[in-house]
């Protein structure tokens, strides 16, 4: 007479019960992570970001990610700041929006934040409007993987203040108006390299979305409670002009894709990475591979693509 599994069970040592258990538990909790994952990234429901106020405020908005991220908002009925350095861009960009909804309002301010931030000039054009939500979208890293010492004074202080200085300027400038009103969202875009161990090569564009990482989660912890939702975006690779040595792939989204994906996400947690494939990637590496491996494949990737100079050749 053959025993049903409940008999089988009842005959077996402790110690195989405990193994039976565990793995059971181990796979009960691994389905149950699949369902929050699939949930999480496709089902469920982005926040109305009309609550947040009815105008957006996003730096960069001319190309890549910031101009797609200008034409979801625009789609959703928000009205939108453009911040920019390029008046013909920015009056490109307007006119491509007006095409996308007729009914948008949008300004249009013009500041190089790679130089002196004229913050005055962004507080007088948001003063008479309900703005709701702030992207601290433009970034600047070195066009061709280089070492530290070939970056140059120039290039490092601009890329220290369009990354690090004007997203903290900008949010201090912005935020008071927030905590009036008790709502809002500042979303930071940050990178994907912050949530590597190493990212050789762009070490102080990588610096700066490390600080805007934990500036983001500090403000998150500060503000929360206030009605303000604070945000860090990390892309992983995303095909615009700063990475344009990749094309899309099924790891690299296009801005459109991406976009689409962070506007899902703005009002839950305090970092995230929209893209699904993105969030992919960064489990199938921090699971099967070491930190100490993972930062010699970057650090061969990267260098196998990256221009030999003269002071390279010195080395």
């Known amino acids: 007479m053959e025993l049903s599994t409940f008999d089988s069970l009842r005959y077996q040592s402790p110690f195989v019960l405990l193994a039976i258990s ?40 001319t190309d890549g990610i910031g101009k797609e991220m200008a034409m979801e908002f ?101 935020l008071p108006e927030m905590l009036r009103k008790g709502r809002g969202a500042i979303i930071n875009v940050g990178s994907g390299s912050t949530d590597l ?18 500036f983001s989660k500090n403000l998150h912890i500060e503000y929360k409670q206030r009605g303000i939702h604070v945000q860090c975006q990390t892309p992983n690779l995303v095909a615009t002009k700063m990475a344009s040595m990749f094309s899309c792939s099924f790891f690299v989204a296009t801005p459109s894709q991406y976009a689409s994906s962070a506007l899902q996400w703005i009002g839950y947690g305090w970092h995230c990475k929209p893209y699904w494939a993105h969030s992919l990637a960064d489990y199938l590496v921090g699971t099967f591979l070491t930190e100490n491996v993972i930062n010699w494949a970057t650090y061969r990737i990267i260098n196998n693509i990256k221009k030999s100079g003269p002071e390279d050749q010195k080395m």
Request: charged share 20%; net charge positive; aromatic share 8%.
């Open 22 to 61: 565990l793995g059971a538990t181990s796979a009960l909790r691994f389905f149950l992570l699949v369902l929050k994952c699939l949930y999480v990234l496709f089902l469920r429901p982005s926040k109305n970001l009309a609550k947040y106020g009815r105008w957006a405020v996003i730096t960069g908005p």
């Open 197 to 214: 161990p190493s990212f050789p090569f762009y070490s102080v564009y990588a610096g700066t979305k490390g600080y805007i990482k934990q």
């Open 74 to 174: 625009a789609r959703k009925g928000l009205n939108l700041v453009l911040v920019g350095r390029n008046p013909e861009k920015l009056n490109k960009v307007s006119a491509e929006l007006r095409e996308v909804n007729s009914a948008v309002k949008l300004k249009t301010v013009v500041m190089d934040l790679s130089d002196e931030i004229q913050l005055r000039v962004l507080i007088d054009a948001v003063k008479d409007v309900d703005m709701g939500i702030l992207v601290n979208n433009a970034g600047l890293a070195n066009e061709d993987p280089v070492h530290f010492h070939q970056l140059g004074e120039d290039t490092t202080m601009k890329i220290v203040n369009v990354n690090l200085v004007a997203p903290t300027m900008i949010t201090a400038a912005l």
